[in-house]
C-alpha cells in the first residue's frame, strides 16, 4: 500500500492525507515516511520504509520499557 499511496492521496485531493492522518495514523506514518524514498522507483519503496517503521517502533517500545524501569 506504500508503494502507491501517495498516488491514490492526490488523486483524493488536499485533504485526504489529513484524513487518513485522523483515521489511522500508524499507516499514514508509513504513507509520509515513504516519501523518504522518492528517488526510487513505487515498488522498491516499501521495503525501507517498513524497516525505518520497524526501528522507530523497536525504539519506542525500548524507551517505554527504559521509562518503567
Known sequence: M?????????????????????A??????????SGLFCSLPSERRVAPTVAI?????AAA???GLLVLQ
Do not use: E
Not at 502507491?4 to 485533504?15: E, I, K, N, V
Not at 489511522?24 to 515516511?33: R, S
Not at 517503521?53 to 517502533?57: D, F, K, P, R, V
Open 53 to 57: 517503521t520497524l526501528a522507530l517502533c
Open 61 to 63: 517500545v525500548s524507551a
Open 2 to 22: 506504500t508503494a502507491y499511496a501517495d498516488t491514490a492521496l492526490a488523486a483524493a485531493g488536499r485533504g485526504a492525507l489529513r484524513d487518513f492522518w485522523r
Open 24 to 33: 489511522a495514523p500508524p499507516v499514514a506514518a508509513m504513507i509520509t515516511l
